[in-house]
Nanobody, 122 residues
Framework: VQLQASGGGSVQAGASLTLSCAGS????????VGWFRQAPGKEREFLAA????????WFADSVKGRFTISRDNAVNTVNLQMNSLKPEDTAVYYC????????????????WGQGTLVTVSS
């Protein structure tokens, strides 16, 4: 499975942004997919994950209520909708795929995308 994250950019505080994770390979739809971010000088942080079917989702407390995650297996895409963005959301955002949800949310996914930069200005 190969992953490609896209959709990053520069926005002002309060804006919304949608990131996309495009997966290749027929088996993509069998993987749980998660989003992470890493800000300069900080550790990588789990944000959200969705199971293989899209029926179950999990969120970090830091983004619960502001971010949503969804997937469309027909086009091998997982989206992260980010609302009410804050300057502290500035980071490189990564998507990851893993069949085991616990491993995924711990950041031990088998597959990772290359990252997309989100910059939020005040």
């Amino acid at each position: 499975v190969q992953l490609q994250a896209s959709g990053g950019g520069s926005v002002q505080a309060g804006a919304s942004l949608t990131l996309s994770c495009a997966g290749s390979g027929r088996s993509f739809s069998t993987y749980a997919v998660g989003w992470f971010r890493q800000a300069p000088g900080k550790e990588r942080e789990f944000l959200a994950a969705v199971n293989w079917s899209g029926g179950d989702t999990w969120f970090a407390d830091s983004v619960k209520g502001r971010f949503t995650i969804s997937r469309d297996n027909a086009v091998n895409t997982v989206n992260l909708q980010m609302n009410s963005l804050k300057p502290e959301d500035t980071a490189v955002y990564y998507c990851s795929a893993e069949k085991n949800r616990e491993l995924l949310t711990r950041g031990s996914g088998d597959y990772w995308g290359q990252g997309t930069l989100v910059t939020v200005s005040s």
